[in-house]
Nanobody, 129 residues
């Protein structure tokens, strides 16, 4: 099993920045893609950014290109922990949502939720105007 724990969400004013973190523990050899999704009330879950952990290749949704950046920090400890970040800049109220970290293996459609097997509990981001 793989466990994902997100942190870093909270309230922020429009134009501000936040950095989300997601720590993966457990059998992390079972994953080679990590991603961020978000879901606003009444809307479908949306893929925001994904990262191929083997070589660091990233994939971004058009809605966040130039504003959000996904990156990784592979800290190999006893429990084989991987961490990914989502740096979010120039936030606007439309970015308000619950943000979820996800992980999967050999993902084909990088921003499709159905491709990911493991999910975190989510962290709320609220952008006020």
């Amino acid at each position: 099993q793989v466990q994902l724990v997100e942190s870093g969400g909270g309230p922020v004013q429009a134009g501000g920045s936040l950095r989300l973190s997601c720590a993966a523990t457990g059998y992390t050899t079972r994953i080679n893609f990590m991603a961020w999704f978000r879901q606003a009330p009444g809307k479908a879950r949306e893929g925001v950014a994904a990262l191929y952990t083997t070589d660091g290749t990233t994939y971004d949704a058009d809605s966040v290109k130039g504003r959000f950046t996904i990156s990784q920090d592979n800290a190999k400890k006893d429990n084989a922990k991987n961490t990914v970040f989502l740096q979010m800049n120039s936030l606007n109220p439309e970015d308000t949502a619950m943000y979820y970290c996800a992980a999967g293996y050999m993902v084909a459609d990088h921003l499709s939720a159905v491709e990911y097997s493991y999910w975190g509990q989510g962290t709320q981001v609220t952008v006020s105007s």
